[in-house]
């Protein structure tokens, strides 16, 4: 998943599905994906409405976009790949770690 401002992020195509889940902090993720195909593209949480989480996989070209961080390593499958020079965690990253370059981001945007 990447990481997308809500305001720029422009879907295309027909209507989403979705649905809610609790995480294992008990927060609701909203879960969204294509009616058609069934393949998962977004979710969005309420705490953090100027963010939306994107599914890298469901972009035309996702080799734009390179992997940071890896999240919930304790699930992984054994065959998972594990990208060399990520930060990995665990569980969900540490808080101070994602929020610090959102907030960068969104004060050095213009428009």
Not at 6 to 18: A, Q, S
């Amino acid at each position: 998943m990447t990481v997308v401002p809500t305001d720029r992020l422009d879907l295309t195509g027909g209507p989403l599905g979705g649905h809610a889940v609790r995480t294992g902090n008990g927060r609701t993720l909203e879960r969204r994906f294509c009616t058609a195909c069934g393949a998962p593209l977004t979710a969005f949480r309420s705490e953090t409405p100027a963010i939306t989480f994107l599914h890298a996989a469901s972009l035309d070209d996702p080799s734009a976009f390179a992997p940071t961080l890896e999240v919930w390593m304790s699930r992984a499958a054994p065959w998972h790949p594990v990208h060399p020079g990520t930060l990995k965690f665990p569980e969900g990253p540490d808080a101070a770690l994602v929020q610090g370059p959102i907030a960068a981001y969104f004060a050095g945007r213009s428009g």
